[in-house]
């Protein structure tokens, strides 16, 4: 495979050599152009295009010319982010393929610190010449600005405009940047502009994008792979608040306390079970039983922990949660479970209360967990005929509130469980400024504004007492995945294409072209090293510190954790060696402490956040030291995190050195293959800070590191399936707003939509016609009546004129008195009133849709169980609620031409956005696994929230079940 992949690129990097010849004879003949002559080229390609000529057309002559600016640069001085550097670039070779390969919508994998923010350059200033919006994308803010800045020194000096997008920036500032030729920015920042600007803008200046034309995407795996694997949501508050975090965390950390103390028994009857000398192998088993208790109560129990480091216990305890876990002793398992408060099921992330649980938190309730069976309930309240109508409704209304209040329990001690037990402060979050702010896992930055889903977040606001923020309901959202399919025209660039080419081609249709690089690179990599424990390697990591700082080697040591990166710190500081740390809590200075880095012994602690795209320059004399040398603290479940980190060091042909180390402890060795790292350190005898190191382990470490890559593989495609059936629904209604906002008479629109919604009545009217007699179109007329403030004659209504003529006459009445209304409407307000009534009957039934969506969701994975496919079901649901919705949509139009008026409402100023949030959930390494029979406790709750939705369907405009006599959505529905 590997032969037939690298033929394929040969080709390809063949088909390339004679662009890049011309472009190189086009650059020598510019030669004697003067400055002014040179820049002049820009207009001249403008001009050319818009007689005819394509962008391939004038690849090589703008891709020299781009050369030639370069050239011509050199020497002068540009600021990048706040510090002057010298321009020092030239493209070479290698880089000019790369450039092609951008252009030719290819990932170029270009080895880390081959020059990718220089090569993007040159697609990104052919592409403008079109006119449209170019954009780059970055994975932060910081690497958007640097990029702006450093590469808007030739683009400007070529007479183009660049602009930059920060978080920060207004809606006025960043449609200023969009209309640049180049616009550089994040991809949360395009993608919540995006759901601004086609979710939420009511007219065309709230808009600030203008085009989705070309996009190159630095670091492509990062954007594309990890942070595709949860959606971009925006979210406003939702409309009631009903948690009861506040009140229920006192009883779970209690309960949380209670679970420890068991815990800490059964641990210390196991040692003493196993420090007897001649414990019997049935006490042993029982002492391995007991400890897998514990494992299973707390998987990070500190004293289990320290006993595993003894590889026997470890071989014997794994093999006990195994025998455990195997589908003949499902039964035991649950015994198990019981004997305990909750347990904990880390891989899936999930914590399941017991019944002892139960009773605990609810003592004497027996039913206080259980779900009451709503349509039973109403079925038995409907046939019982002692009661009338009021006290039936009474009733209901009673089963339903218990119903809400029960399910809200069990979701919020669910969610409070999993804050308790599976987050970690300063690992999956940090406490800041009296706010729980998710730390990315694979950039290590903090993200302020993002909030974890389904109550968790508030869950862990009441674990930390801190101030519990309202629930929020999405108001918009969209995959990355489905956002990055709307360019005309996608790239992209990474140093780690190759471990996820055949995803790029199935999602993205996007090739990788794997470019050479100019100079061999001068790496040294070693081989990982291995301990038993983390405090092991912390001491060794340390060690290996001190050496380079004594050679004046820097030293970049980066790691997953601020927790980590500060227990490093702590560690060095006790051995007076002078360090940086850049993390999550530390990240205002980031500029100068990369800056710093590479001088000589430097040493710099850095979380992920210096891990990628991170250009660390080297200082004098440290060619001679070796180079930087970096050093991993311990393996990331994706081994393009390692890579990238490794390439922070030997860039252009320079010297330098990698290290990981590893513990058996790691999280990714407990979890997913240490079996058989453990066994060979058992066979070698390992003592107290013996290290194992051997290029065959790095394999089995891979390996695990694979398994974990395919589980958030599977996570990421199951995320796009689902939002492939919302995308179809959201490309039409952001479609159809689009055409709103746009349309320069908006009030066609408006009559296309009332006439659409009268022929499909009509049309219902015929339809249910019974043979050779006369329609009814009472229906029709009571609707008409009801709507309309317009008399309709009888003799509208001849079935012998047909549908369409039927309709016409309907129309031509309306729309003789909506002349009539125009004439005493404000003139200046009128178009934005026609655009709000549709804009707000679109957007107010969407974002309910969106909300029973996601309720669709969640409540169709309990239908795996009854052996039918979720997502079969989600979609035929999902068609049928979408049909449903642009009926409302239609009927709230109809209904509101006539109420609504321009001298009551006036027009509108922009809607204040404070309470909008943006909401690109945090990763947890190992959500979605190990979901199966395990994770009973959270399903049920799950279908709590959802079991509503399994009732039998009721349109919006349909009476309302509970009998009230109104309809659905004035009533239950609303
Ligand atoms: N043509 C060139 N001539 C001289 N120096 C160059 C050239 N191209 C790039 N460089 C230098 O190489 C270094 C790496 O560049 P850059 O940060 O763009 O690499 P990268 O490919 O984006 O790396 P990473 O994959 O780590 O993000 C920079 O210091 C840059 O100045």
């Not at 205002?588 to 990369?594: L, P």
């Not at 139009?893 to 945090?922: M, W, Y």
Request: hydrophobic content about 35%; some cysteine.
């Amino acid at each position: 495979m590997k032969k037939l992949f690298g033929s394929r690129n040969a080709r390809v990097l063949k088909r390339m050599q004679p662009l890049v010849d011309r472009i190189n004879g086009h650059f020598a003949s510019y030669s004697s152009l003067s400055d002014v002559e040179l820049q002049a080229k820009t207009q001249e390609f403008r001009e050319r295009l818009q007689k005819g000529e394509t962008l391939d057309d004038i690849l090589c002559e703008a891709y020299a010319v781009v050369k030639d600016a370069c050239r011509r640069l050199l020497g002068t001085k540009v600021e990048v982010t706040g510090h002057v550097l010298s321009w020092d670039m030239v493209p070479f070779d290698v880089q000019l393929v790369g450039a092609i390969a951008l252009h030719q919508n290819n990932i170029a994998e270009m080895a880390t610190g081959e020059g990718k923010t220089l090569v993007a350059v040159m697609p990104l200033y052919l592409n403008a010449l079109s006119g449209r919006n170019v954009q780059l994308v970055t994975v932060n803010d910081y690497l958007a600005r640097r990029d702006s800045d450093w590469m808007g020194h030739v683009l400007k000096w070529l007479g183009l405009t660049v602009g930059c997008i920060q978080n920060e920036m207004t809606p006025a500032q960043r449609r200023e940047q969009y209309a640049c030729d180049v616009t550089y920015g994040t991809n949360s920042e395009f993608g919540f502009d995006y759901l601004r600007d086609m979710g939420m803008a009511m007219s065309r200046d709230e808009m600030v994008q203008r085009d989705h034309f070309y996009a190159i995407v630095d670091e492509i795996d990062s954007i594309l792979i990890d942070e595709a694997r949860t959606p971009l949501i925006i979210a406003g508050p939702a409309k009631v608040s009903t948690h009861m975090f506040d009140k229920l965390k006192p009883s779970v950390s209690t309960l949380f306390r209670q679970q420890s103390k068991l815990l800490n028994d059964l641990m210390s009857e196991a040692r003493d079970i196993l420090a007897k000398e001649d414990a019997s192998p049935e006490e042993k088993d029982h002492a391995y039983l007991l400890l897998a208790k514990v494992q299973l109560g707390m998987p990070k129990h500190k004293q289990l922990m320290r006993l595993m480091e003894e590889p026997a216990i470890r071989k014997a305890l794994d093999k006990k949660d195994a025998e455990m876990h195997s589908d003949n002793n499902r039964g035991f398992l649950q015994e198990v479970k019981e004997t305990l408060y909750f347990s904990i099921d880390e891989k899936g992330q999930e914590a399941e209360l017991s019944e002892k649980g139960r009773q605990f938190l609810r003592p004497g309730e027996t039913d206080a967990f259980v779900i009451p069976d709503l349509p039973t309930i109403f079925s038995d309240i409907d046939s019982d005929n002692s009661l009338d109508d009021n006290a039936k409704l009474e009733k209901r209304k009673q089963a339903q509130a218990e119903y809400d209040n029960k399910a809200e329990i069990i979701h919020n001690i669910s969610q409070l469980l999993r804050a308790f037990c599976l987050f970690e402060k300063d690992v999956q979050y940090v406490v800041q400024d009296n706010k729980v702010i998710i730390v990315d896992e694979f950039t290590g930055r903090p993200q302020p504004g993002r909030r974890f889903s389904e109550g968790l977040h508030q869950a862990l606001e009441a674990k930390e007492d801190v101030q519990i923020e309202r629930e929020t309901q999405t108001l918009a959202s969209i995959t990355i995945q489905n956002y990055f399919r709307m360019y005309d025209k996608l790239a992209g660039m990474t140093g780690t294409a190759e471990t996820e080419a055949n995803e790029f081609k199935a999602i993205y249709n996007l090739d990788v072209v794997v470019v050479p690089t100019n100079r061999p690179c001068m790496r040294k990599d070693s081989d990982d090293r291995i301990y038993k424990t983390q405090r092991e390697k912390y001491k060794a990591i340390i060690e290996e510190i001190a050496d380079c700082n004594k050679r004046g080697q820097p030293v970049l040591v980066g790691t997953i954790s601020v927790e980590v990166s500060e227990l490093l710190s702590r560690m060095l500081q006790r051995r007076n060696i002078v360090h940086n740390v850049l993390n999550a809590k530390h990240h205002e200075s980031e500029a100068e402490i990369v800056a710093r880095a590479g001088q000589l012994s430097a040493v710099t602690i850095a979380t992920n956040m210096a891990g990628r795209g991170t250009d660390i320059k080297l200082g004098a004399g440290v060619k001679e030291a070796g180079g930087l040398h970096v050093i991993g603290s311990e393996r990331h479940d994706s081994r393009r995190i390692d890579r990238q980190l490794r390439g922070r060091c030997a860039r252009q042909g320079d010297p330098g050195s990698s290290r990981f180390y590893i513990s058996l402890e790691d999280n990714l060795m407990r979890l997913f293959g240490s079996d058989r790292v453990a066994s060979i350190m058992e066979k070698m005898g390992l003592q107290e800070g013996e290290e194992l190191s051997h290029s065959l382990l790095n394999r089995s470490i891979e390996g695990a590191q694979r398994r974990v890559e395919q589980q958030h593989f599977a996570i990421r495609k199951r995320t796009l399936e689902y939002d492939d059936v919302m995308n179809k629904q959201r490309v039409t209604i952001y479609g159809l707003r689009k055409s709103i906002l746009l349309a320069d008479d908006p009030r066609e629109l408006l009559m296309d939509f009332i006439y659409t919604a009268i022929s499909e009545k009509i049309d219902e009217a015929y339809a249910v016609r019974i043979k050779n007699e006369a329609v009814d179109f009472s229906v029709v007329r009571e609707w008409l009546a009801r709507t309309f403030p317009i008399g309709f004659g009888a003799d509208l209504f001849d079935s012998s004129r047909g549908q369409e003529s039927i309709a016409k006459g309907i129309m031509a009445r309306i729309e003789d008195a909506y002349a009539i209304k125009v004439r005493m409407e404000n003139p200046d307000a009128l178009h934005w009133l026609e655009r709000y009534i549709m804009l707000s009957a679109m957007d107010g039934v969407y974002q309910e849709h969106l909300y029973a969506m996601d309720a669709l969701r969640q409540g169709v994975q309990l239908r795996s169980y009854g052996q039918r496919d979720p997502l079969v079901e989600y979609k035929q649901e999902a068609y049928e609620m979408f049909s449903r919705l642009m009926d409302t949509v239609k009927d709230d139009i109809c209904a509101n031409v006539f109420r609504l008026s321009t001298i009551a409402i006036g027009p509108a100023k922009p809607k204040p956005q404070t309470d909008i949030q943006e909401v690109h959930e945090g990763f947890n390494p190992f959500e979605g696994a190990g979901s199966g029979g395990a994770t009973e406790t959270a399903e049920p709750q799950r279908a709590a929230i959802t079991v509503r939705r399994a009732q039998p369907k009721v349109g919006r405009n349909d009476p309302c079940p509970c009998g009230s006599g109104k309809k659905y959505k004035a009533c239950c529905g609303r």
